[in-house]
């Protein structure tokens, strides 16, 4: 019997980072957990380019098309600011790279659509995209969304959510994109509770209707996008949610999710507690934040990322896709063209 040839093991993956703002932070300790090789970084202000790179041992650049020609990384993270999104990510396809999104997918519905486009293009050839809804991955709500899809909770009426956290005039001016419409694409509901929302349409299905108005309350001298909205939203299958999100509030409070059903009524804020109709009750702890980021950011970023290098093998897209992201996004702005009290510029509508 003749010898096998011996098979070649793939290459390991390595990454590239693009936006090295805050969040890229939490990306870069997580791809040093897993000792993926990090090969080059990039941002438009040389300064902070320079000093990730110099800790890292890297090159460094100012615009992301040298580094994906330069490097050709296996992985892309994109950190930029939300308008950058999009013709980072295109560019990021067509160089045949896997894409890693931090949220939004977008600033607009339009533009989304046309990543999404790109993404299902680019994964006929085997590139693979994710969206970083990261809080997916928090023990609480996986379990949560356990109870839910498996019926164990019985039909679900509906859920509320809210979002209460503080955002100064100082963070604003900070990173002065984050208050712009052309900058951010929206205020508290795409930049901050958009995590929410996706939780929302994840556990009780997509909406077949959004409602809501948005506003700036606390805020209006230093930015131009809202501080303040209120949702309703009708889901696939009947159940509705509502959501309240501001940043005027005096504390980053816990997010609060809480699921009213046939058969219990369940709630997470931190942990999840699940008290059942015949009074039995089930905890889920919420998990212990990460060494890198804000405390109430967790660790599900590395959890998310972790999951998906372990993916990139596999022929199926990965779970959190960009058209996850589309959904997000098109509520929100369903939200933006009911709030005619908001300075929104026309074009950012469609």
Known sequence: MPTPEPTSSP???????VGCGDI?????EAL?????DVVGVCDVDPERARTVAQRLDVPAF???????????PSVVHVCTPHAEHVPVAIDVL???????LE???ADSPAQARVLCDAADAAAHQGVRSGVVYQNRYNPPNQRLHELITSGALGRVHGARAAVTWHRTAEYYAARPWRGTWTGAGGG???NQAIHTLDLLLWMLGPATAVRGQAATHALAEAIEVEDTAELLITHDGGAS????ATNAYPVNAPVSVQVHAELATATVAGDLVVAWNDGRSETVAAQAPGSVGRAYWGDSHRILIEDFYARLGEEAPFWISPRDGLATVQAIHQVYDASPALRHPADARS
């Open 11 to 17: 290459e390991p993956p390595t990454a590239a980072i």
């Open 24 to 28: 890229s932070a939490v990306h870069l």
């Open 32 to 36: 040093q957990d897993l000792q993926i």
């Open 62 to 72: 100012t615009d992301h098309r040298e580094l994906l020609a330069a490097t050709t």
């Open 94 to 100: 067509a160089a045949g790279a896997h894409l890693l």
């Open 103 to 105: 949220k939004p997918v």
């Open 188 to 190: 508290v509901l795409m």
């Open 241 to 244: 949610s509502t959501m309240y």
